[in-house]
């Protein structure tokens, strides 16, 4: 998130603290505080990759919460994920300011969709089913209030979303735009025009926008070579994972070191489930019922509730590593931070493309056969 | 919901870290669970059985489920689906061939076409300043693969007999630029792991016992072993025990030296037992695998023995065979003072596996009740785990034995003998009243659950696993069934657990460059992987299979570590063996 290079339309970049160009700030003021008697603002954050839209709204979240308790966020970037490990849609209700923009928060989601990959691509249908879904909790349960005078409780809505702008991530874009009813919509411009969103209210045809729209440009020029872009957001993408790993050992434990946390991990007690009594399935691809263990065994999945009401989509309660499958005794053995008390409702693994981390496959004195040291580089 | 709230401090160290990792062992993240797995499909996908190519589609597919299935696989894999479907390549997979077929088979070789050139190139091309073309050209792709993607992307589709012919260029070119290559690459040898695993113990016991060792290189050759041992487990302890049964004569005559003259010799029994040691405590129950595969080898010896000449009770026909069953008696007992001489961390890992050490002794009592020296060894266990059941059980035999010495103590006084037969019946007899009483349950259909999983089921679905010893992700910890650890995980459509079996060597033979005339007909029935059942099955269970009905009063038992069905008939038929193994359950 930092950059060494220097814009001169807007402040510099230090070194390891992130500073909030003037415009940004304006634009979150006047979001906050901008009529007095405006209802609570539902904020959209668009624009393209790495263009600083989770630094915006990591910031505009800080100041809502100088006016409001809770602010609500709902994140559909499964592939940068804010408060969550990636491959997943949540609703976070955030009661806390940040002010360090720089560090890597985990929040417990108010509810969240595990959606088991970095790119809305594979499925944009069941994408879409799951944003409309977490939209629509938001606006039913959370917005209703307990005595019937006033008439919503103060709970702003903050919508992150992909930076992925071209083909079918727009038209994903535009329908969610058209779904959620926003007070502002704020667009991120780059330093290159043919990379951006188009000018103006490009989700409505007929001019129908009610919305504030809000246009800023990125602080950095993000003008990296897109292999480079891919090869980062990978790198973010683990560090998230296994800092949501790391909340399985007791916290106190010395775990500075990834080797530490992966040692620690292999030594770790998982919790075991009878075959028998789960379901397992694999959203984007179906595997032949009798590989499905090779198919699970030490990969990441996600731990979902099934429910008669939404047969295709399932919520979810976290992620877990199913570290080892013993079929004579019918058992699988899972690694997870969620407590015991509330696995007790998952009844089905789902199944995606989100590669465990590398590093928990090689600790030392316990390299899994799952990481090999003789492949070619040629594939 | 209330887990705490975590934050962690991003600088850029920690990413580096996260990077180092990965490039620090020069490692990647593979789908399969063993290079022989991966090397078990290439054979199959260039069988020419259509079975096993089956087969290895559907592991393929199942890679790629996982999300890091190298892009070359899958490329191949996209080539021979095309051909299973082209009713030119032999049986035609389709059920009703729809009139398009040639228009579906047209498109599926294009695409595979299209993404073979594009996955080579793609990645290392310079963007835009060479073509696709020029580029391909340096992995010596062959040009007719080449110019036909160029008409697929900017033109129509080719003819089909171009599109074939493509085909087996495209599977051969990829054979010699992807899969040979990779096989070469492999450092342990597939399969020749056991030469490999041979010659590293001996290195590393020349170099503990010269004075002037290296001492990176020997660290570096008991790394590579416990890795070795890790994923091979009983290649690695069967190869220890080759190489102690070797030195174990020496051993015990030098120990006896020792002790008069308390000069310490260079390959002596102290220095021996630090290497165990020092090998032990970075592999898991290794003591406790020697132990049992010295143990499997008596039995075998015994065996053996009794198969060959089971009415000479004589000891002429010993000869050879007692010297070897003599030395692994003596190898047991000098693992066993091992064990207890052993230092704290030992003593403490024996605490743990009590479990397989009574499963040793009850071995021990069923084996040999007559051969003194592993009574004796298993006395001494006995006596560091304080199993006095056993210690009794000992006493009664021995006191039967004395009653009548004989020349030879290895051969059982026939006259007490009888009264040992006499129990043996017995117990046998009650043994397989309960194996009926089992029968009866298996009737209802009733699942047999062992003690452990029981408790698990009680308490609701999730509960935390009552106990653990740290094992990569992905393997299971030892225990007494199991000793190897890595997880067996075929199962068929109803997800219960079956072995399944590669025949690799045949394929081998058989593996040849792919044309119309070269596909054999599936009807040869030993080709190919199958899903085995019991091997030991009476006909009935062959039966069973052959017709795929579930017998009546069919249940599971687990056999050598297996779960195995079995029908009502095969009990009966095998009651001895059956009783055998319910005494040992029991």
Known sequence: ?379 | MALEEEEAVVPSTAAADAASIGQSYNSRIVPWLSWDEWDHVRVSLFSSYPDAIEAALTRVLTWRSRGCIPPLIEVTADFLMAQRMDPFFGKNHLPDAPHSVDQIVTNLYSMAVVRLVNVVVEKKRKHKLTSIAEAAAEYSIPRMLIDIRHECSHRKLPALPLLRDAALQALDWLRSYYWDPQKNALSSPVGGMREKIDSDLRELTLRRFTVSGHRKKSRSIMNELVLQYNLNTSEVVSSLADLLLEVIPSLIENHQQECESGVIWKDSSAGWRTLINQISSMAQNLLLNLLTEVLDRVETQESSIFEAGSDQWSSLGYGGEAGETDNLCSLFAWLIDTLKSGTEAHLSEIGMSRGPLILILRRILMLAPWNKQLMDSGVKLAEVIKENFFIDKVQKFQSLVSSNVDASDRIPPIESSSALFIEQEESMREASQKLSLFGLNCEDNKLVYSEDSKSATISGKWSIAKSWSSCPIGMLPPDSINLSRVPKLSCDAEGRPVTEEWNCKELNSCACKRGPESLKDSTEEDSGPRKKRPRKGSKETRDVEEVGLEVEGAGWLIINGAWEQVSQDYICANSEKVAELVLNLL
């Open chain 1, 1 to 379: 998130m930092a950059s060494p290079e220097e814009n001169p339309s807007s402040s510099k970049i230090a070194r390891g603290k992130i500073r909030i160009s003037e415009e940004w700030s304006k634009a979150a003021v006047s979001i906050t505080f901008g009529s007095q008697d405006s209802p609570q603002p539902t904020v959209l954050v668009c624009g393209p990759k790495n263009s600083g839209k989770s630094t915006f709204s990591r910031h505009l979240l800080n100041v809502l919460l100088q006016k409001y308790k809770k602010v609500a966020f709902l994140d559909t970037d499964i592939g940068q994920t804010e408060f969550t490990p990636p491959g997943v849609l949540s609703l976070c209700i955030i009661d806390k300011p940040t002010p360090d923009l720089e560090i890597i928060c985990m929040k417990t989601p108010e509810r969240c969709y595990f959606f088991g990959d970095v790119s809305s691509s594979r499925d944009p249908g069941k994408y879409l089913q799951c944003v409309y879904a977490l939209y629509d909790y938001y606006r039913d349960e959370l917005c209703k209030s307990e005595n019937s005078k006033s008439s919503m409780v103060e709970l702003p809505l903050i919508v992150n979303t992909p930076g992925w702008i071209k083909g079918s991530g727009y038209e994903v874009l535009v329908k969610m735009l058209n779904y959620v009813s926003l007070t502002h919509v704020v667009k991120l411009r780059s330093y290159n025009d043919s990379k951006d969103l188009p000018r103006g209210a490009f989700w409505c045809d007929n001019g129908c926008n009610h919305s504030t729209l809000l246009e800023i440009k990125a602080v950095i020029d993000c003008a990296t070579c897109p292999l480079t872009l891919q090869k980062i957001a990978a790198l973010f993408r683990e560090i998230k994972m296994i800092a949501y790993f790391r909340q399985c050992i007791p916290s106190g434990s010395n775990l500075n070191r990834n080797k530490v946390l992966a040692r620690a991990l292999a030594a770790l007690l998982p919790y075991e489930v009878p075959i028998s009594s789960i379901k397992v399935r694999h959203l984007h691809c179906q595997v032949p019922s009798s590989e499905v263990f090779y198919s699970l065994n030490a990969s990441i999945v996600g731990l979902g509730i099934s429910s008669e009401k939404s047969p295709d989509i399932h919520l979810c309660v976290g992620l877990g590593i199913v570290r080892g499958i013993d079929l004579f005794k019918g058992l699988l053995y899972v690694i997870t931070p969620v407590p015991l008390r509330l696995l007790e409702k998952v009844d089905i693994l789902l199944q995606g493309f989100i590669q465990i981390p590398q590093g928990f496959l090689q600790a030392q004195g316990c390299v899994s056969p799952y990481s090999a040291t003789d492949v070619l580089p040629i594939c």
